[in-house]
T-cell receptor, first 117, second 109 residues
Framework: DTGVSQNPRHKITKRGQNVTFRCDPISEHNRLYWYRQTLGQGPEFLTYFQNEAQLEKSRLLSDRFSAERPKGSFSTLEIQRTEQGDSAMYLC???????????????FGEGSRLTVL | AQRVTQPEKLLSVFKGAPVELKCNYSYSGSPELFWYVQYSRQRLQLLLRHISRESIKGFTADLNKGETSFHLKKPFAQEEDSAMYYCALSPPGGFKTIFGAGTRLFVKA
């Protein structure tokens, strides 16, 4: 297992197009997170999955954004009708938390950089 | 509101000098606090967490609940410490980790 894997690493698209990012977490991790990072800022929380259930979505996640984690394995983040303001690094992270544990360490992927022209 | 503030965007020190990266948080309760680090061309990774009370790569961080601070310290900076450092907070029993804007540490030879 080489850690959290994200694809594609870079995506350049024209405004109005749809894009999809994929995240493959560490196999035994039950939690999966999506974050967005823009220049000069720290990662901003977008959404979170516990196994296949999406348990929280940030207000940052407009209705143009949708995330799925079928079967509790890999996850996809789709952005419809992209806007220039969507240009950012999209980070995926996974963690393992058993009952009673505090928040687990986040293991990040290398990110998918989106540029909307 | 839950918030993490890192007041310095950039911190530049000489090799061998002490370094302190400041972090203040806003949360009414007892959150879990972390420092994450991103070295050049590497992914973001955990450096340390307050519940571990351990020193990693010579770094320590003390939680001051009165001042709601979690500053990261190292007595003698090394060139390989140059990186982007993010302070982060997670509510107890929660799952959402909130990050500060980060501080870039540059250690000069």
């Amino acid at each position: 297992d080489t850690g959290v894997s994200q694809n594609p690493r870079h995506k350049i698209t024209k405004r109005g197009q749809n894009v999809t990012f994929r995240c493959d977490p560490i196999s035994e991790h039950n939690r999966l997170y999506w974050y967005r990072q823009t220049l000069g800022q720290g990662p901003e929380f977008l959404t979170y999955f516990q196994n296949e259930a999406q348990l929280e979505k940030s207000r940052l996640l407009s209705d143009r954004f949708s995330a799925e984690r079928p079967k509790g394995s890999f996850s996809t983040l789709e952005i419809q009708r992209t806007e220039q303001g969507d240009s950012a690094m999209y980070l995926c992270a996974s963690s393992f938390r058993s009952t009673g544990d505090r928040t687990g360490e986040l293991f990040f992927g290398e990110g998918s950089r989106l540029t909307v022209l | 509101a839950q918030r993490v503030t890192q007041p310095e965007k950039l911190l530049s020190v000489f090799k061998g000098a002490p370094v302190e990266l400041k972090c203040n948080y806003s949360y009414s309760g007892s959150p879990e606090l972390f420092w994450y680090v991103q070295y050049s061309r590497q992914r973001l990774q955990l450096l340390l967490r307050h519940i571990s009370r351990e020193s990693i790569k010579g770094f320590t961080a003390d939680l001051n609940k009165g001042e709601t601070s979690f500053h990261l310290k190292k007595p003698f900076a090394q060139e390989e410490d140059s990186a982007m450092y993010y302070c982060a907070l997670s509510p107890p029993g929660g799952f959402k980790t909130i990050f500060g804007a980060g501080t870039r540490l540059f250690v000069k030879a």
